[in-house]
């Protein structure tokens, strides 16, 4: 049953109702009852003077395979809900006890009432709580979390809060309608995830929290080896409460899914966890995970989709060469939709085409194609923000991160790309003032401070440009990037000296590690070495720099414009002008 331009039953007993959600209210007051003493509850009014026998209770409730001993869960699963009724089993008024045969609901129903509500459009899964005492299980209670965001993020009518949004919420105690109003939606999933070696038990409750009203809950016991099957279940049963319009292509994504190997599927967990970290040790130890995944699953398409994330992320930052970076990434997308057609794989691949072939005409069909898979996926819009940016088309550039930030509001990456295109679009001030909100997030986040590194310099504020390159040369142990950053702003400034000493500087990093040439390209384009800023450039083009994608975009190289070698940079690479 459904909230959403629907009929809701009631079932009324006594001073009591009881939704189709599980919920029991007294008086108009909310009776809080837990999971299995409502689903017990909701059984016996179903078959009311009945006898439901323990054996019923248990294979409906507690599988075989559960992880508690049957009869101390029962018994105590009916001590709490006579606790809830004010009921005794001496003197019963709702559940009799049956001894050694089971039990019988003996209150008089009244009729259902009907309620009807609005059409639910928008949902968050909030952080499924671990239960297990370990916290190196943390990332699975992360994991699973996500499965279900993505899952249910392939519903076109549904717009679903991305994980980095609601991962704010981890852990924190406040009122649902509260977070809900926060975030936007309807309606939210929370629940608890519970794992024992290769068994996971999952229970998931659905609340539409301007009422606080429970509309759903299940709990559900599977080996990890059909965890994928579960969490397209779950996602299905959402589905259905809400009555998500699906289309015939959605419902059948959201049937389709296949078993995976438990440790094949603990080592993704293990890689994505590390992946969402977005840094260079996170992008390596990620595709260490998915390596290893791979290893015990070759058919395994999300490892290689990861794979080929966090090869492509760590290729763009210069942490790792465009071989070794971008050009791995697409090789692990292909193989990735060799295997099977996702939306990651299709966005995966859309990014290394970008930034390594520099082919942005087939790496935008292949981000609108992962976004017809999955509309609710932040990264396929926010990278296709970053194509059409490139392609010198800002307004759609600006509509699509726009578009990601409604999704993912809290996302620190998508507020970045946001105010990269504020930045390429030249609305300076109104880039400042979006950079400090964002920054208000998470005041350390570098990339962010970078950006408004660029727009201070660009407005010629160069002062506060350099403090706060200094300040991100300093937060990241002096590393490349950030360095020749600092020195673009430099030479920017008229600070000649300090900008070629950091070149040397650079210079002698290259001899140990990557240093990427469209770096020291901007450098010598802000001390006005036009011959050199374009004898690097050529460099870049030739290493397949990944930052070249920038070139029609970049305010910094502005004063190469007018020469013809900037067109003919331009043509290569297929920008217009």
């Given at each position: 049953?459904?909230?959403?331009?629907?009929?809701?039953?009631?079932?009324r007993?006594?001073?009591?109702?009881l939704?189709n959600?599980?919920?029991?209210?007294?008086?108009?007051r909310?009776?809080k009852?837990?999971?299995q003493p409502?689903?017990?509850?909701?059984i016996?009014?179903e078959?009311?003077?009945?006898i439901v026998?323990?054996?019923?209770?248990?294979?409906?409730?507690?599988?075989?395979?559960?992880?508690?001993?049957?009869?101390?869960?029962?018994?105590?699963a009916?001590?709490?809900l006579?606790?809830?009724?004010?009921?005794?089993?001496?003197?019963?008024?709702?559940?009799?006890?049956?001894p050694?045969?089971?039990?019988?609901?003996?209150a008089?129903?009244q009729?259902a009432?009907v309620?009807?509500?609005?059409?639910?459009?928008s949902?968050?899964v909030l952080?499924?709580?671990?239960?297990?005492?370990d916290p190196?299980?943390e990332?699975?209670?992360?994991?699973?979390?996500?499965?279900?965001i993505?899952?249910?993020?392939k519903?076109s009518?549904?717009?679903?809060?991305?994980?980095?949004?609601?991962?704010?919420?981890?852990?924190?105690?406040?009122?649902?309608?509260e977070i809900?109003?926060?975030?936007?939606?309807?309606?939210?999933?929370?629940g608890?995830?519970?794992?024992?070696?290769?068994?996971?038990?999952?229970?998931?409750?659905?609340?539409?929290?301007?009422s606080d009203?429970?509309?759903?809950?299940?709990?559900y016991?599977?080996?990890?080896?059909?965890?994928l099957r579960?969490?397209?279940?779950i996602?299905?049963?959402?589905?259905?409460?809400i009555?998500?319009k699906?289309?015939?292509?959605?419902?059948?994504?959201?049937t389709r899914?296949?078993?995976?190997?438990p440790?094949?599927y603990?080592?993704?967990?293990?890689?994505?966890?590390?992946?969402n970290?977005r840094n260079?040790?996170?992008?390596t130890?990620g595709?260490d995970y998915?390596?290893?995944?791979?290893?015990?699953d070759s058919?395994?398409?999300?490892?290689?989709a990861?794979?080929?994330?966090?090869?492509g992320?760590s290729g763009?930052?210069?942490?790792?060469s465009?071989?070794?970076?971008?050009?791995k990434?697409?090789?692990?997308a292909?193989?990735s939709?060799?295997v099977e057609?996702t939306?990651e794989?299709h966005t995966?691949?859309?990014?290394?085409?970008?930034?390594y072939?520099?082919?942005?005409?087939t790496?935008?069909q292949?981000?609108?194609?992962?976004?017809?898979?999955?509309p609710?996926?932040v990264?396929?819009h926010?990278?296709?923000?970053?194509?059409?940016g490139?392609?010198?088309?800002l307004?759609?550039?600006?509509?699509?991160?726009?578009?990601?930030?409604?999704?993912?509001p809290?996302?620190l990456l998508?507020n970045?790309?946001?105010v990269?295109?504020?930045?390429?679009q030249?609305?300076f001030?109104?880039g400042i003032?979006?950079?400090k909100?964002?920054?208000?997030l998470?005041?350390n986040?570098?990339i962010?401070?970078?950006?408004?590194?660029?727009l201070?310099?660009?407005?010629?504020?160069?002062?506060e440009?350099?403090?706060?390159r200094?300040?991100t040369v300093?937060?990241?142990g002096?590393?490349?990037?950030?360095?020749?950053?600092?020195?673009?702003?430099?030479?920017?400034?008229?600070?000649?000296?300090?900008?070629?000493?950091?070149l040397?500087?650079?210079?002698?990093?290259?001899?140990?590690?990557y240093?990427?040439?469209y770096?020291i390209?901007?450098?010598?384009?802000g001390?006005?070495e036009?011959?050199?800023?374009?004898e690097?450039?050529?460099?870049?083009y030739?290493?397949?720099?990944?930052?070249l994608?920038f070139l029609r975009i970049d305010?910094?190289l502005?004063?190469l414009?007018s020469?013809p070698?900037?067109?003919?940079?331009l043509?290569?690479?297929?920008?217009?002008?």
């Amino acid at each position: 049953m459904s909230i959403a331009d629907q009929q809701k039953s009631t079932f009324r007993f006594g001073e009591f109702e009881l939704d189709n959600s599980g919920e029991l209210r007294s008086g108009g007051r909310k009776v809080k009852l837990q999971t299995q003493p409502s689903q017990i509850l909701r059984i016996l009014i179903e078959r009311p003077g009945e006898i439901v026998t323990r054996e019923e209770l248990r294979q409906k409730i507690w599988p075989s395979d559960t992880f508690v001993d049957f009869d101390h869960g029962i018994n105590n699963a009916i001590k709490r809900l006579r606790e809830a009724l004010s009921d005794t089993a001496e003197t019963p008024r709702f559940v009799e006890t049956l001894p050694r045969r089971g039990y019988r609901f003996i209150a008089n129903l009244q009729p259902a009432k009907v309620v009807t509500g609005p059409r639910i459009q928008s949902i968050a899964v909030l952080p499924l709580e671990n239960l297990s005492r370990d916290p190196e299980q943390e990332y699975f209670a992360d994991g699973m979390t996500e499965a279900l965001i993505t899952s249910l993020a392939k519903i076109s009518a549904l717009r679903v809060i991305s994980r980095t949004t609601v991962m704010h919420y981890k852990g924190v105690r406040r009122p649902l309608p509260e977070i809900a109003r926060e975030l936007g939606v309807q309606v939210v999933v929370e629940g608890t995830v519970l794992r024992s070696g290769e068994k996971a038990r999952i229970s998931v409750q659905l609340i539409e929290t301007s009422s606080d009203t429970h509309l759903w809950a299940e709990s559900y016991e599977r080996d990890l080896r059909d965890i994928l099957r579960l969490q397209s279940e779950i996602s299905r049963a959402v589905a259905r409460e809400i009555q998500a319009k699906l289309t015939p292509a959605e419902q059948e994504r959201l049937t389709r899914t296949r078993s995976v190997s438990p440790e094949a599927y603990e080592l993704y967990l293990r890689g994505r966890h590390y992946w969402n970290m977005r840094n260079a040790q996170g992008f390596t130890k990620g595709a260490d995970y998915f390596l290893k995944a791979i290893s015990v699953d070759s058919n395994y398409a999300a490892a290689y989709a990861g794979l080929a994330d966090c090869a492509g992320s760590s290729g763009f930052w210069g942490f790792t060469s465009p071989a070794e970076g971008c050009g791995k990434a697409k090789a692990a997308a292909i193989k990735s939709l060799e295997v099977e057609e996702t939306a990651e794989a299709h966005t995966s691949l859309g990014w290394a085409l970008i930034h390594y072939d520099f082919d942005f005409v087939t790496a935008e069909q292949h981000f609108q194609r992962a976004i017809e898979l999955n509309p609710g996926y932040v990264t396929a819009h926010q990278w296709y923000a970053h194509c059409l940016g490139y392609s010198y088309r800002l307004d759609q550039s600006l509509e699509r991160v726009q578009l990601a930030l409604d999704i993912d509001p809290l996302s620190l990456l998508v507020n970045t790309t946001y105010v990269g295109v504020l930045w390429f679009q030249r609305k300076f001030d109104y880039g400042i003032d979006q950079c400090k909100r964002a920054l208000e997030l998470s005041p350390n986040f570098a990339i962010l401070r970078w950006l408004l590194g660029n727009l201070f310099q660009a407005k010629g504020m160069h002062a506060e440009a350099i403090a706060e390159r200094q300040w991100t040369v300093e937060a990241s142990g002096r590393a490349p990037f950030f360095l020749a950053e600092l020195g673009d702003s430099h030479a920017a400034a008229g600070n000649r000296t300090e900008a070629c000493r950091i070149l040397e500087e650079l210079q002698e990093f290259s001899k140990t590690r990557y240093v990427m040439a469209y770096w020291i390209a901007l450098v010598y384009a802000g001390l006005n070495e036009t011959d050199l800023a374009f004898e690097w450039l050529e460099r870049a083009y030739r290493e397949k720099s990944p930052m070249l994608a920038f070139l029609r975009i970049d305010p910094r190289l502005e004063s190469l414009h007018s020469d013809p070698r900037f067109r003919d940079h331009l043509s290569r690479l297929k920008l217009p002008f």
